[in-house]
């Protein structure tokens, strides 16, 4: 089949429109996951890691939380937000304002991928701050500043830059996971792809081209996050400019 | 709470699927994984640069396009698989470029003295590899290599589009079919998936502790 490839399928329009169309798609299901995530699943890791003993059932249910997203597959989590809440009157008469921009079937998407991303992003993050010696804490809080002053000024900023190689592989994660949205019915670039593919059945090239654009995104966006990581390391630690491990190409 | 009642056998014979298919791609992925994390950990270049290749490529392709790929591609190149087959090549062969990467980091944690040592007293390459350091790595790979099933569990789900007609394909079709029970469907799905992962990392907890004692 090899000898006969049309890339013009994918170069020329009206396939080359298709996938530029659908990979904008991706690209901001990609960001608002990925800003969306960082939000919830910081306040989540605050959340387990409090010792006030008040605060016992909010850990185990913010365990819970954890644990129950991160077991259970986003393909199934997406079917649950788009078929479930999104069936729902209430849930769409909430979303109906946003609609002229986003479709209810990408409200679904994001909604399940922020959330899903969110509990790996809490679990890297929590161990980012247990990383944070706890005289840091102490001297903080033995210097004046209440408990949220001194996270908030002291502790997070130090977990975040130890926690972010861990935490950018998440967002890789997140921005290749964007791709099982085509499932609910999100017009993303794969499933830009598969019409591309089931219009003209020159399948290597339109899944090859997805691939590609793919694999350029997920590249310029580990770039930056290395970037993102040398920048907060010399923040916190003047002289550790060179300690900061890239982060890889994660699942 | 009927709706689940009514459609249990249809629902759980997906579960035995799934569970073919699980096993299956872990079988495939733990064979490719280890070779290409060996390969990974060569001196030689020759052999270490097309296990980088290999893993580099896989994991920087997300698992939709990767299962579409095996499914589509490989009919095209003449490899006509059934749905079933195609979806244990795509799982097992993308859970091994990860598996790779634990091994080689497993390998890389053995110290460097039982290498020699196993080398001075005369084993072959090989036989070091596969006699001395193997053995000790997996053990210390055990945890993560657990989570990187745990994953491949979870990613059976996605094989549903290409026709696959595992667990969460056949809890579709029933939400499809009753329309009005999405909760109580979706949520069995979830539980389900939720008792046989979480329970599978409990396990791994447990064997790992004994491990260390």
Known sequence: MFNDLSWSVVLDDPGRSFLLHGAWVSLQLAVLAIIGSTVVGTLVALGRVSTAPALAPLRWLLSAYVEFFRNVPLLVQLVFWSFGMFSLDLVRAVAAPLNPVYSNQFLAGLLGLTIYTSAYVAEALRSGIQSVPRGQLEAARAGGLGYWTAMRAVVLPQAFALAFPAIGNQYISATKNTSVVMAIGVTDLVFQAQQIESATFAAFEAYTAALVIFIVICLAESALLALIVRGMLTRIRPGARTAAPAPALES | MGAIIDNLPFMLAGLWETAKLAALAIVLSSVLGVLAGAMRSARSRFVRWPAIGYIQLIRSAPLIVFILYCYFVLADLGFDLTPFWAGVVALG???????????????????????????????????????VVLPQALRRMAPALVSEFIKLIKDTSLVSIIGVFEFFHRVEVTNSRLLTEPFAVLGFAAVCYFLLNYGLSRVA?????????
């Open chain 2, 93 to 131: 062969v993308f859970t091994s470029a990860y598996l790779a990467e634990i091994v080689h980091a497993g390998i890389a944690s053995v110290p460097p003295g039982q290498w020699e040592a196993a080398r001075a007293s005369g084993l072959s390459q090989a036989s070091t590899m596969r006699d």
């Open chain 2, 205 to 213: 907890r447990r064997l790992e502790l004994r491990l260390d004692a």
